[in-house]
């Protein structure tokens, strides 16, 4: 391996290097720069390895003895770069065939550009389901004001809140377009959550009238009234009103549904499978309250209910379009 740098000597000079070195080895005339036909040999043995340089100008030996030293030691460091070069030119050439076939791949999450969907996922029948899911919490005051309300939801609307996205979602397509478009991940999964401060009306108004007898019983008359149109129908209600705490002996009378008492949350709860919009449904419970009175904070703990409507959105959000592509295996694009 040779460089000529400045190009004033011939290449073939270097092939009167070894001759001239076994010459004065010979003679005992051995020196660490050697001369003839006035070109300079500057060389250093390095492990049987002889890096020389040649020059015919008065030059700076002491430079040259320390560049051939830098080289050694450059040389020796990047040597195992080198190596496993050479050892990668040519891989798997011993081996048997079989083994090629059992050697591990690494994870789809890693070499794959869509790292939340698996490979190779294939199905008779390819399906989509779109839901948009919202959840209203609202705190109604003691003179029917809400006081707070807010609406959560997972499914464009004006004025969104907190929109947050899956990461499959391709934001800058969104981004300039207002539209979704994404290759989603197998299974069930959350495309899109937001929340939205606005004005709602109570889908179901629980209104309830206690009447207390003080060391004998306490009597509850429960209103509900749904205030949707009546070709939706909420699922799946469950109205929970407080009790005291050392209320027992619950008795209950209802139109429709069903009524439990559960002791640990101090509460009795009106559970009713079907709710139409535009109905009124009554219930009414009584309890019995001990003779010795404990005092207690005085308080009026709010009334709960959970219910679902199907395909119904309180902050009419709609989608107004949805298209999949099939490509290759599995993907879809809305």
Not at 228 to 251: G, L, T, W, Y
Not at 313 to 320: A, D, E, P, R, Y
Request: proline share 5%.
């Amino acid at each position: 391996m040779s460089r000529n740098y400045r190009g004033d000597i011939e290449m073939s000079v270097i092939d009167s290097f070894m001759p001239l070195l076994m010459e004065k080895e010979d003679e005992g005339q051995l020196a660490p720069v050697l001369q003839k036909n006035d070109v300079s040999y500057v060389y250093v043995k390095h492990l049987n390895i002889f890096l020389v340089t040649i020059s015919k100008k008065n030059a700076n030996i002491a430079m040259l003895f320390a560049f051939l030293y830098k080289c050694i030691e450059v040389f020796s460091e990047y040597f195992k770069i080198v190596y496993n070069l050479v050892v990668n030119l040519f891989r798997y050439i011993t081996q048997e065939r079989y083994m090629l076939d059992i050697a591990p791949r690494p994870p789809m999450a890693v070499t794959n550009a869509v790292s939340w969907r698996s490979d190779g996922l294939k199905y008779r029948k390819n399906e989509v389901f779109l839901d948009v899911i919202e959840s209203v919490n609202m705190l109604v005051g003691f003179q029917r004001l809400n006081s707070f309300k807010f609406i959560r939801g997972r499914g464009k609307a004006v004025e969104l809140e907190d929109v947050k996205f899956h990461q499959c979602v391709r934001l800058s397509r969104f981004e300039n377009d207002r539209t979704i478009s994404f290759v989603p991940p197998d299974g069930e999964f959350e495309l899109m959550n937001y929340r939205l401060t606005t004005t709602v009306k109570p889908l179901i108004w629980v209104e309830a009238c206690m009447e207390k007898h003080a060391h004998s019983r306490i009597e509850y008359m429960v209103k509900a009234k749904s205030q949707f149109k009546r070709q939706s129908i909420a699922n799946h209600v469950e109205v929970i009103i407080p009790v005291p705490s050392d209320a027992d002996s619950p008795k209950f009378k209802t139109s429709v549904g069903s009524v439990k008492y559960v002791p640990e949350l101090n509460a009795f709860v009106w559970m009713i499978r079907s709710f139409p919009g535009g109905r009124e449904y009554l219930m009414r419970a009584h309890f019995s309250l001990p003779s010795i009175v404990v005092d207690e904070a005085e308080g009026k703990p709010p009334i709960s209910v959970k219910f679902e409507i199907p395909y119904f959105t309180t902050s009419g959000l709609q989608v107004h379009f949805f298209k999949h592509f099939f490509f290759f295996d599995s993907c879809f694009e809305q």
